[in-house]
């Protein structure tokens, strides 16, 4: 027998009844503590091994990356901030943070907007599962076949040749001349064409998941507004919206770590040039590619901090929702 | 309730269904012989070429070769010198990253390993040189390409029997032959994370018959400014003879099109281009692939500029580590850059051979891009692949900047003077 | 703050009220349909290319072979079905998927429990630490956790990846089944307990079960981000066992450095869009209105 079924055997069916033995495990200890110390030290022991795997795979790294972004390209050479003034100094950055921020707040706004958009108008019509299937196919797509299919949208090819890339081919058909779209660097219109094929990409999870919440709110409350006399906006407005807000801060949140995050789009299809580099592509540039990993460093450690005010949001609106349940 | 339960459970059971099928399908491998592990950038139809190359030594020692190839070639490597978990052999991303591997002890010398007395003897001196770090050879060259090569449609003009001697007289020849072709030159940077890589191939080139090995060798080591005279002045030819001469200064740099595809105008009708400049490798690209070397195209070298600097030949290639000192690694080792090895991949075409002594080239044209390698009386290496990676990726985006709008050139060479006074020190 | 009663009727599942004149419905399907159409353009160009050759991609648009003559062939998905050792890649990227995937989403389960039905000391602290992770670039954590694996012995063994995707994974599984479970009523927690369950009991009848739609999304995108992922594995496994490597190493290796073959990527992208397609389809069915009830309330 392949020494591999064996393996997996294990963990598949091994891994979920170690995780189950350990809880009721602590539970039968628990039993012989007193009332006191068992409510103590229940959540603990429940949280423990999600918490030693967040330590090992991520926080212990981050630490590392937090102390190696005040060394220089050499490790161990002590730099203090010269990483972080560096980066705030040279005339690449601006571009850089600009561009994060239009990330941040465009991938965030089409997403979420277009995903509660399509979550509820699809709960209106009969082939509903055939939509949301539609707009979760890109999804499934590897980001390599993801930039195959967008260079065939953004392909340019000169006025008088053949156009091979789909929009030139409607604009060249409506008669105007192609337009090399991801040079357009006016009002950054090639990163926002990026944040496009983003949008393209995660609609479907801010849909998924907000469907998945829609589903959750009893009909009989809406349909009792409706009796009520309620138009379908106020329904909307006025109940579906308010319910919802918890699942889509849970989106939008995790949209703009992964607008924060985002690199191999803009590496794949314009490898950060006429500019489009955003903070995470500048990250990945120096540590890898130019082995400066001080600077990436530094960078990695931006990115953690840019995102302090979102969790601040998060953190009034658990309280919010602990002290109404 | 008990419906939610139900589905909880089938959620579980189709998980473990799944894996349990995947299980029975699967299958163990199991060898006599040791493997050699090889990451390296080769993939696609380079791949299958290596595979073949390594055949007659799998058969030979009973020993497998487990290749992977990698485009994060510089991502993996680093993570893997970073912590120690490293394959037996690599490719190695460049002369620069090579460097930093040996310092920080990853690799593994080669000294003992090849034979170094034929290895030096059937190699250039000028990549001998590239591979050895403080007097310890660290990196081979397992293939080559030679750069600079001008590469035409013969059934437009014939450049076979009279190859332009000087840069002028392929501007005059160009001109005059032009024909029904759009445009002199065919150009195209883009490709993908490292767009804007041909043009640097243009510079050096120019540089190179421009100014000299000596100012071409204290540029990339950093100690010649970009906005001096004889870099200036490479830009500036290569401004007003190339770009001026392409038929879309826009489609050249655009990120969607890719260098390898550039070349296809050659064989357009009416032709896009007359005469296109690209390393020996575009023969296995694009439109090149299927058409027949000699009869629907063919090149000439690129011609000299400065007659005291005649005889220049620039090449590139690519490098080849060893990381772990096993047996088995280093048998491999020892036998990919011999003669007989390099043979079977040269055969199947598209590369080129590091090896005086690898003689077996299918065509015509691969044996004469092939004997410009070997017999250049001045071979120097890619300028940009010898820079620092940082100074290498602002010469890459420079050359889009100037390309799409030259009159960008001064402010151009200036930022990468500030680069230049940054990048080099350690 | 009265829970809605959790009786289905058959009012419920009627149509909205035809208080929409025909314009609304119109606009509604209209809306749906040019989104539907926008969402798959990009896809339909790249299927139409996946059955021409690479000279003709590069040469004319994908919609020119809609209409004769098309010169549509099959040759690239041979050529892919071929070339490589795709079915082996399958066979492995299923076994690093699926244990990817079930591990993290028992592990994410007990904390958000913990962190929405548990009272102890700095809870909304550390659950927004642990959310804050997000954001971690993974590529940050290579080298110390490849250097740890290699003290271990386990780097290039399956195990490796699915203990790292399992870490990844964890602060979006956590999130996500804590909002979720934190928005259960308080009242049914509350029953069970004077009724003498433990946390144990409460949790295994009571909030895993009623979870089952965040727990089916979660399952989707775990088992999304494993499939399509090529760095990661590639780095745990890739110096050490690559007979081991997912498929997706697979694709990216039919197009060589110089970008040859880019015309396989389009099949190859079809063949491994298939199963998370159906993993999508399976689990959709937990998406429908009712399982948990008037478990949220209004």
């Known amino acids: 027998m392949d020494p591999r079924l064996v393996t997996a055997a294990f963990v598949v069916i091994g891994v979920p009844a170690v995780i189950v033995g350990y809880i009721y495990g602590t539970e039968l200890v628990l039993r012989r503590a007193s009332e006191k110390l068992r409510s103590r030290a229940r959540p603990w022991l429940w949280l423990l091994p999600a918490l030693l795997f967040l330590f090992a795979f991520l926080v212990y790294p981050t630490i590392l990356t937090i102390l190696r972004s005040f060394q220089g390209k050499l490790a161990g050479t002590f730099v203090g901030i010269d990483n972080y003034t560096w980066f705030f100094t040279s005339p690449d950055a601006l571009v850089a943070v600009r561009n994060s921020a239009i990330w941040v707040v465009l991938l965030t706004l089409f997403t979420v907007g277009l995903g509660l958009i399509i979550a509820v108008l699809v709960d209106r019509v009969r082939y509903e599962q055939v939509a949301k299937s539609v707009i979760f196919v890109p999804l499934a797509i590897s980001m390599t076949a993801a930039s195959v299919i967008w260079r065939f949208m953004f392909e340019y090819q000169s006025k008088g040749l053949p156009q091979t890339g789909t929009l030139d081919g409607i604009v060249t058909f409506l008669g105007f001349n192609p337009i090399s779209w991801l040079q357009i660097d006016q009002f950054a219109l090639n990163t926002i064409l990026l944040i496009i094929v983003m949008t393209w990409m995660w609609t479907g999870f801010a849909m998924v998941i907000l469907s998945a919440a829609l589903k959750g709110i009893s009909p009989e409350l809406l349909e009792a507004a409706r009796v009520d006399g309620a138009t379908e906006w106020q329904v909307f407005r006025g109940i579906v919206f308010p319910l919802l807000l918890p699942t889509i801060a849970v989106v939008s949140t995790t949209i703009v770590i992964t607008a924060l995050k985002a690199f191999d789009i803009v590496y794949v299809m314009t490898g950060g040039n006429f500019g489009t580099q955003v903070v995470a592509s500048e990250m990945i540039r120096q540590s890898f590619n130019f082995g400066e990993f001080g600077r990436g460093s530094a960078l990695a450690v931006i990115l953690l901090i840019a995102i302090i005010p979102v969790m601040l949001v998060n953190i009034n609106r658990f309280r919010a929702q602990e002290a109404i349940r | 309730m008990q419906r939610a339960g139900t589905g909880w459970r089938r959620l579980t059971a189709l998980g473990a269904v799944a894996v349990l099928t995947a299980a029975a399908c699967g299958s163990s491998t199991t060898g006599n012989g040791k493997s050699v592990t090889v990451i390296g950038t080769w993939a696609g139809d380079e791949q299958t070429k290596f595979l073949a190359m390594v055949k007659p030594w799998e058969t030979q020692t009973g020993n497998t070769v487990k290749y992977t190839g990698t485009r994060d070639i510089n991502t993996v490597l680093a993570a893997g010198v970073g912590s120690g978990v490293l394959p037996d052999l690599a490719g190695l991303p460049g002369p620069g990253q090579m460097a930093e591997y040996a310092k920080a002890g990853a690799l593994k010398p080669l000294d003992s390993v090849l034979d170094v007395a034929t290895y030096k003897s059937e190699t250039a001196p000028a990549l001998v040189a590239l591979g050895t770090i403080d007097g310890k050879l660290q990196g081979v060259f397992v293939k080559a390409a030679v750069k600079g090569l001008i590469w035409y449609n013969p059934t437009l003009h014939d450049y076979a029997s009279a190859p332009p001697a000087t840069w002028t007289d392929l501007m005059s020849q160009a001109t005059a032959n032009k024909g029904s072709a759009q445009a002199i030159w065919c150009l195209g940077l883009g490709s993908g994370a490292a767009s804007g890589w041909p043009g640097t191939d243009w510079i050096e080139d120019i540089v190179l018959r421009q100014s000299g090995s000596q100012v071409y060798n204290d540029w990339w080591a950093g100690k010649v400014k970009w906005s001096s005279d004889q870099i200036k002045k490479a830009f500036q030819t290569y401004l007003t003879d190339v770009v001026a001469n392409i038929a879309d200064p826009v489609a050249a740099v655009d990120p969607t099109k890719d260098f390898s595809l550039a070349g296809d105008p050659l064989f357009s009708s009416p032709p896009g281009c007359e005469v296109f400049h690209q390393a020996s490798f575009i023969t296995g690209l694009g439109a090149f692939k299927a058409k027949k070397s000699g009869t629907d195209y063919n090149f000439f070298p690129f011609p000299d500029i400065d007659p005291a600097f005649a005889g220049s030949v620039e090449g590139s290639g690519d490098l080849f580590g060893m990381f772990h000192d096993t047996d088995a690694a280093k048998s491999l080792m020892k036998y990919l850059v011999t003669a007989p090895a390099q043979d079977i991949w040269v055969k199947a075409g598209g590369a080129l051979s590091a090896n005086k002594s690898a003689v077996d080239y299918p065509d015509d044209i691969s044996k004469r891009s092939a004997a410009l390698l070997t017999g250049a009386k001045n071979f120097v290496f890619d300028a940009s692949d010898q820079m620092p990676t940082a100074m290498n990726a602002a010469f890459w985006t420079a050359m889009l900047t100037v390309t799409k709008d030259p009159s960008q050139l001064d402010a151009t060479l200036a930022s990468l003077d500030k680069v230049q006074a940054s990048a080099y020190t350690p | ?298």
């Open chain 3, 1 to 298: 703050m009265t829970a809605v009663p959790a009786v289905r009727g058959s009012a419920a599942a009627a149509p909205p009220r035809r208080r929409n004149p025909l314009f609304g419905r119109l606009a509604l399907h209209g809306t749906l349909v040019v989104l539907m159409f926008i969402w798959l353009l990009p896809t339909i160009g790249l299927f139409v290319n996946s059955f021409r050759s690479a000279s003709a991609i590069s040469s004319s648009g994908w919609w020119t072979a809609l209409f004769p003559p098309t010169g549509l062939t099959l040759d690239s998905y041979a050529k892919v079905l071929d070339s490589t050792n795709i079915a082996g890649g399958f066979i492995n990227s299923l076994f690093i998927t699926i244990p990817a995937t079930i591990i993290p989403i028992f592990v994410a389960a007990f904390a958000a429990y913990a962190f929405s039905w548990m009272n102890f000391p700095f809870r909304n602290g550390l659950f927004v630490l642990v959310v804050g992770l997000l954001v971690v670039p993974l590529q940050t954590t290579f080298i110390p956790i490849l250097q740890t694996y290699g003290k271990l012995g386990i780097a290039g063994d399956f195990l490796s990846v699915w203990l790292a995707h399992t870490g990844y994974g964890l602060p979006f599984a956590i999130y996500l089944l804590r909002n979720f479970m934190g928005s259960l009523p308080k009242e049914i927690f509350e029953s069970a307990y004077i009724d003498g369950a433990s946390p144990v009991t409460a949790f295994f009848r009571l909030a895993l079960p009623l979870s089952i739609p965040a727990i089916a999304a979660l399952a989707i995108f775990q088992f999304l981000f494993v499939w399509n992922d090529l760095l990661v594995a590639f780095i745990y496994i890739g110096a050490v066992t690559p007979d081991n490597l997912p498929m997706t190493v697979q694709i990216a290796n039919l197009v060589n450095q110089f970008g040859a073959g880019f015309e396989l990527l389009g099949p190859a992208a079809f063949i491994s869009m298939a199963l998370p397609l159906v993993v999508f389809f399976s689990l959709q069915r937990y998406f429908v209105r009712g399982i948990t009830g008037g478990a949220v309330k209004g």
